[in-house]
């Protein structure tokens, strides 16, 4: 029997989230497809009211660290408004310019098929209560494409926030200032 996700949406808690593209296919090693997932971001930031404090886009899975702005919310909602529109674009992209991914990214359900651009499942969610693992997994997050050899150092890598917290240089997504209340009380309600 499959296990399901246990959400946990405690208020004032940030979340590290993780999730993959189908298959692991490296489908945000292309631009338009790292664009797509940046507006869909912009969007549902607004949309499902939460801040942004750091990612990192790798060809075939993201991190977020994101912070709900309300006291009641359902990360799992905010997962489902970053992660569905992407996957509608890419998907009828790929009908009409790269139809010969479309087996592989389909995927038989009784006697239905659907088409999938994401893993299955919410991917990982780790809730975060204090500044020490927050600063923790802010770099761990930013080495990701130094680990994997895709740049030598993280802000290095576009699809990042690193170089802003190294420097506070431009980036394609800008992330929203971690409140210093937050760093200083996270772990209460």
Known sequence: ?????????????????????????????????????????????????????????????????????????????????????????????????SPEWLPRITRQRGQSSERLFWQSGGGYDRNITSSEPLERMIDYIHANPVRKQLAERPGDWKWSSAAWFERQAAIPLAVDPIPKDWMLDAGTS
């Open 1 to 97: 029997m499959a296990r399901h996700r246990t959400n946990i949406n405690e208020p004032r808690h940030a979340h590290e989230l993780t999730f993959s593209c189908y298959h692991g296919y490296p489908f945000l090693k292309a631009e338009r497809t790292c664009a797509w997932l940046a507006e869909s971001i912009r969007a549902a930031r607004t949309s499902v009211s939460f801040d942004l404090w750091a990612y990192v886009f790798m060809p075939n899975h993201v991190h977020l660290i994101v912070w709900p702005r309300n006291r009641q919310y359902d990360i799992a909602q905010i997962r489902k408004a970053i992660k569905a529109p992407v996957a509608r674009t890419a998907i009828e992209w790929m009908e009409q310019h």
